[in-house]
């Protein structure tokens, strides 16, 4: 095997979280409310149970595949041809994810942060620190999920009481207005950014050390984040109201910006940023990661961190190129990214599911006929 470590099932319930969180806690709001308006609180919902279904899917997927990842299970059920094609595609998925992600940390940084810092500068401190954690292996990378848990809650938690006396309960009114249909479109969006991404673990589920607790890891982990996100979408409509809350870029990190504690406690918007960072930091590792690692097992390569490198230097030259503008790329996020998200994050692994089944239950009436 080409990685040695093993994790955990606490910790795989934590990657799963802090996966899940990622840049949801900033990007998501927007593009909830956008179609769902006051009703974004269901959306969550709803986006949060057809999530834990994906989630236990995964988990059905690495129990008829045990000791597999995604990549290898491709090239098991299509051959070596077909095979070779969908696995360049899954890897492209992955590598744009990761593209995608270090764009939003490089527009965050240049136009909340810290304006006028190039681009390339943030990129490569970013990217540096990624290479740094994927060459280290996914038991650091556990480990790390593990220290940075209780910083995320914790800054969540804090954020979240101190805004408490800026709610008002009528802007979640009226429930319903224009019937079920745009909470539905909402909770697509929903499912698709934020509870199809951790179909990137079906890379990782071989090196956890309990295979029989997968099923559980996987739905904990799931279900604590989804909890920060709809609470995350709820706040957002409690306190900006959901014309705002669609208008508004990073709605998470405004928020922030109006607590005031006393005249005391106050202007600690760093706190998001520093947990939105930490969060896109675990997402950003783990698909730079199993990029690398699946792209070895497809050039049949010994060792996986040769690449890491040089991948490093294509996502820092792509991520500028990616998008000319944030206007161009919350267009194709809103409209396209979704499908392209349900291809392969619910579709693909769905019909590995189902061609794994039937060959097993033809293997089993062969044998019983025999």
């Known amino acids: 095997m080409l990685e040695k470590g093993k994790i955990s099932i606490r910790q795989l319930t934590i990657l799963v979280m802090l996966l899940t969180i990622g840049d949801s806690i900033l990007v998501i709001p927007p593009s909830t409310t956008h179609y769902a308006k006051q009703n974004a609180w269901i959306s969550s919902l709803i986006g949060m149970i057809v999530g834990l279904l994906a989630i236990f899917l995964y988990s059905k997927f690495a129990k008829l595949y045990p000791n597999l990842t ?17 696995s360049l595609l899954t890897l492209m998925y992955f590598l744009i994810v990761t593209v995608g992600s270090m764009r939003e940390v490089a527009d965050f940084v240049t136009s909340e942060m810290l304006p006028g810092t190039p681009i390339p500068a943030i990129l490569i401190l970013f990217i540096l620190i990624v290479i740094m954690a994927t060459r280290l292996g996914i038991e650091v990378i556990g480990r790390t999920g593990e220290i940075f848990t209780p910083m995320v809650i914790i800054l969540f938690l804090i954020l979240t009481v101190a805004i408490i006396p800026q709610m008002e309960i009528v802007r979640m009114l009226p429930i319903l207005e224009d019937g079920i249909k745009p909470v539905l479109r909402g909770s697509i969006s929903i499912s698709a950014y934020t509870f199809l991404e951790p179909v990137v673990f079906l890379m990782f589920l071989p090196y956890v050390n309990q295979q029989k607790k997968i099923t559980k890891a996987l739905l904990q982990g799931c279900f604590l984040g989804g909890i920060i996100i709809f609470l995350t979408v709820t706040v957002s409509v409690l306190v900006l109201g959901p014309d705002l809350t669609t208008r508004d870029i990073y709605p998470s990190y405004n928020i922030a910006r109006r607590i005031s504690v006393g005249g005391i406690f106050e202007r600690v918007e760093a706190m998001i940023a520093l947990m939105w960072m930490l969060t896109l930091f675990i997402e950003v590792t ?51 990214w979704v499908y392209y998200i ?11 599911l189902s061609v794994g089944m039937f060959r097993s239950a033809l293997s089993k009436d062969l044998k019983f006929r025999n």
Do not use: C, H
Not at 70 to 86: A, D, M, R, S
Not at 311 to 319: D, F, S
């Open 70 to 86: 995604l990549i290898q299970v491709i090239q098991k059920v299509f051959g070596k041809w077909i095979g070779t094609i969908i």
């Open 342 to 352: 349900i291809t392969f994050g619910l579709f693909l692994p769905l019909v590995l």
């Open 286 to 336: 783990l698909y730079f990661y199993a990029f690398v690692l699946g792209l070895s097992q497809l050039l049949n390569l010994k060792e996986f961190r040769v690449l890491t490198l040089p991948t490093g230097m294509i996502l820092i030259a792509l991520a500028p190129l990616i998008a000319p503008n944030y206007t161009y790329y919350n267009a194709v996020f809103d409209n396209y």
